[in-house]
Structures are given as C-alpha cells and as structure tokens.
T-cell receptor, first 110, second 114 residues
Framework: GDSVTQMEGPVTLSEEAFLTINCTYT??????LFWYVQYPGEGLQLLLK?????DKGSNKGFEATYRKETTSFHLEKGSVQVSDSAVYFC?????????FGQGTELSVKP | NAGVTQTPKFQVLKTGQSMTLQCAQD?????MYWYRQDPGMGLRLIYY???????DKGEVPNGYNVSRLNKREFSLRLESAAPSQTSVYFC?????????????FGPGTRLTVL
C-alpha cells in the first residue's frame, strides 16, 4: 500500500544553519504531497503542499519540490530559527485520506 | 472561532475501563477524522466521517467506536481500554473529504492506559 518514509530524528541544528529533512513516498497514481508541522503541545498545521510533479510548495521560508522521478518531497530551509523547533510530518493524500510519515523532530539551538 | 476543540486534554485509565473522547468544530465542516499518534509511527487514521450521518473505518479501527452526533461533533469511544491504546489522539476536520489538504487539527488528547 501507499506509504511515506522520513529521515530519522531528532535533528539538532544551530540557529541560521541549513535544514534538509528527507521524505520519500510509495504510491499508486499521482498523490498530492504535504508537509505538516507540530509545535510543542499543539495539533498539526499545514506548512506547505504540492499537487503535481515539479511543483514547489513554500511557506515561512520552507520549501519542498515534488520529484516524481525520485518519489521524493524533501523539506528545506536556508536559515533556521529557534522558533522552528517542532516535529515535521511528510504526508500524501490518496482516496481522500492522508497518509503520514513517522515525523522528524527538529531542535534548533541559539 | 475556536476551530477544533478536544476534551479532555489528558486522561489516565485502567485496563478494561471505558471512556469517550469528545471533539467539536465550529467551522461548518462536513468531514471529521480521528487519528492516533504513536512514537515513530506518525499519525494513523482510526475512523472518519465524510459527512453528517456517515462513518467509516480507517487504518486502525479495532477497539474503537465513533459517533457523529451532529455536524459539529464527532466522538471516539473506547469500550474496554487496553495498554496498546496508550497514545495521543487527534481530531481533525475539513470542509469536504476530498479537501484533505485543508484538514484542521485539534490540540490532542493524551491517553494513558495502565
């Protein structure tokens, strides 16, 4: 069945470092792809999305490009801040449902 | 607007006890969802309700029941809690089931079953 795999966490970075969180997927057809963020003690929030191959989603300095050839949707940010500390989930939609990866915890130190 | 609200925030149960997790949304959404979140496993769909009056099983429905009480409210019931149901439970809603990219999540209920 369809699935999403993310890089293992936790990831610890210094402020202003470059961030990459890898995400690959297995799916039939052409799903939409998403990144969600969960701040401590809160529910998930949609961070960005891409609905077709080569689309780039972006929000709050984060970017991810839908790569059909490598079935990937890696999350990047050029300069992270302490306030970016959170758990990040990659997800795909299939049949009206969301399928999530296991989540990657990011900790940014000042 | 409160968005999606869940009660309680925390709960401790003994094995075999029952309880109901409550969820309500004030966004006039048609579809509502229950997920569980376990370490290293992301979120998994337990049940969903595409519209008022309908409910369907998700990926991990065993041990749970749901009720779509009205358009606003969607409850999750554990009839006989087991330690394997220790988890964080999230409720979510969207305007329609095909608008999964616009799911709004509640803050979660942390449940421990001893």
């Amino acid at each position: 069945g369809d699935s999403v795999t993310q890089m293992e966490g936790p990831v610890t970075l210094s402020e202003e470092a470059f961030l990459t969180i890898n995400c690959t997927y297995t799916a039939t057809g052409y799903p939409s792809l998403f990144w969600y963020v969960q701040y401590p003690g809160e529910g998930l929030q949609l961070l960005l999305k891409a609905t077709k191959a080569d689309d780039k989603g972006s929000n709050k300095g984060f970017e991810a490009t839908y790569r059909k050839e490598t079935t990937s949707f890696h999350l990047e940010k050029g300069s992270v801040q302490v306030s970016d500390s959170a758990v990040y989930f990659c997800a795909l939609s299939q049949g009206g449902k969301l399928i999530f990866g296991q989540g990657t915890e990011l900790s940014v130190k000042p | 607007n409160a968005g999606v609200t869940q009660t309680p925030k925390f709960q401790v149960l003994k094995t075999g006890q029952s309880m109901t997790l409550q969820c309500a949304q004030d966004m006039n959404h048609n579809s509502m969802y229950w997920y569980r979140q376990d370490p290293g496993m992301g979120l998994r769909l337990i049940y969903y309700s595409a519209s008022e009056g309908t409910t369907d099983k998700g990926e991990v429905p065993n041990g749970y029941n749901v009720s779509r009480l009205n358009k606003r409210e969607f409850s999750l019931r554990l009839e006989s809690a087991a330690p394997s149901q220790t988890s964080v439970y999230f409720c979510a809603s969207s305007i329609r089931q095909d608008r999964v990219d616009e799911q709004f999540f509640g803050p979660g209920t942390r449940l421990t079953v001893l």
